[in-house]
């Protein structure tokens, strides 16, 4: 009976030691929702703007610990059955877009109601026009269409530029990462077939004849990549890797940092 009356108060010790663990493991894990949201009130006082920012804080670091990545296999699939789609698609961004990209179809003013359908369809939420490193002209190797290209009016739009396709479905394609910030994922299209090599997508070329830039293709990139391992010198050499679906389609993958 002694014996027994000595165990009880120390597995009562071990149970509110637990209970006080808990408390500040759950404190530590939610600290920074519960500093994001001091900061916004002490920045909006306490309004609608405020409960806005406190959710898309908290839904942001939740789906840290518990959102995947959209598959490969998943844009692939959605991309073959939709195939004529996507490519309607390119061809009205060039008649309906404004600037240099088209941000958001569904809030641009002009937009058709086949483009309306065409996006419900695909999942797309945003069609971006880019000149990033160069435009892709007929024939993008050689200097004789660089010198071309350097009278395009790249504020303009024009059928020149590589489209990026955003989804609607944010959480599985914009990613938080702890190590990269924000991990995106796109599709890609380019106005002409680009050229491969030796596991590197080249970008036209300058006026020097070397090409504006290089960027790896890889098999999958269901993983992120080794080679955002190795380079790690902060220059974003290879902040961007492709999978190829189709010779002018690729996946896209991108870090932040």
């Not at 806005?52 to 670091?61: D, L, N, S, T, W």
Request: proline share 5%; net charge neutral; aromatic share 14%.
């Amino acid at each position: 009976m002694d014996r027994n009356k000595t165990k009880k108060p120390w597995r009562r010790r071990v149970k509110s030691w637990l209970s006080i663990f808990a408390v500040f493991a759950l404190l530590i894990f939610f600290s920074p929702v519960i500093l994001h949201s001091l900061l916004c009130i002490l920045k909006y006082g306490f309004s609608l703007e405020t409960l806005g920012e406190i959710g898309r804080g908290a839904k942001g670091y939740v789906t840290l610990w518990t959102v995947s990545m959209v598959s490969d296999e998943e844009m692939i699939a959605n991309f073959k059955s939709h195939r004529e789609d996507f490519q309607r698609l390119t061809q009205l961004y060039l008649t309906e877009g404004h600037g240099n990209a088209l941000m958001d179809f569904k809030w641009g003013e002009g937009v058709s109601s086949e483009t309306l359908i065409l996006l419900e369809r695909t999942g797309v939420h945003q069609i971006d026009g880019t000149s990033f490193c160069g435009l892709w002209l007929p024939d993008p190797y050689s200097v004789e269409t660089a010198k071309l290209a350097e009278k395009v009016d790249v504020l303009e739009v024009n059928p020149y530029e590589a489209l990026i396709f955003e989804f609607t479905d944010t959480l599985r394609h914009q990613v938080p990462s702890f190590r990269y910030f924000i991990v995106t994922k796109d599709l890609i299209y380019f106005p002409v077939e680009p050229r491969i090599e030796n596991g590197e997508l080249l970008w036209p070329v300058g006026l020097d004849g070397n090409y504006r830039h290089r960027a790896p293709v890889l098999p999958s990139l269901n993983k992120y990549p080794a080679i955002w391992e190795r380079d790690r010198s902060g220059s974003y050499k290879f902040s961007r890797v492709y999978r190829q679906i189709e010779p002018q389609w690729f996946i896209g993958m991108c870090r932040a940092k």
